[in-house]
Nanobody
């Protein structure tokens, strides 16, 4: 079984930056497409970003395109989400996901494993 542990969340002022990390417990990290979802209070969980097994293909939600970057480090079994120019509407719990099947995790049902989430709060 795969365990995902997110870290790097916190409180930041609008316009600031944070980098989230997701540690993957598996020995075959490269066999999993990875991604990030987020959920704000009272809102449904929404897609943020995804990256392919080889890191050759990435997808970003329109709301974060140009501000966020998804990447992965195979040697460290770690997924990253670099968040720049943060806005108050980015405030949410951010979840790391892994998909063992072919394709990118762009919807909740696409994810095979979920992390526990890390809180990101952006003040105005």
């Amino acid at each position: 079984q795969v365990q995902l542990v997110e870290s790097g969340g916190g409180l930041v002022q609008a316009g600031g930056s944070l980098r989230l990390s997701c540690a993957h417990s598996g020995r075959t990290f490269g066999s999993y497409a990875m991604g990030w979802f987020r959920q704000a209070p009272g809102k449904e969980r929404e897609f943020v970003a995804a990256i392919s097994r080889s890191a050759g293909d990435t997808r970003l939600a329109s709301s974060v395109k140009g501000r966020f970057t998804i990447s992965r480090d195979t040697a460290k079994n770690t997924l990253y989400l670099q968040m720049n120019s943060l806005k108050p509407e980015d405030t949410a719990v951010y979840y790391c996901v892994a998909r063992v099947r072919i394709g990118l995790p762009r919807y909740e049902d696409d994810a095979d494993y979920w992390g526990q989430g890390t809180q990101v709060t952006v003040s105005s």
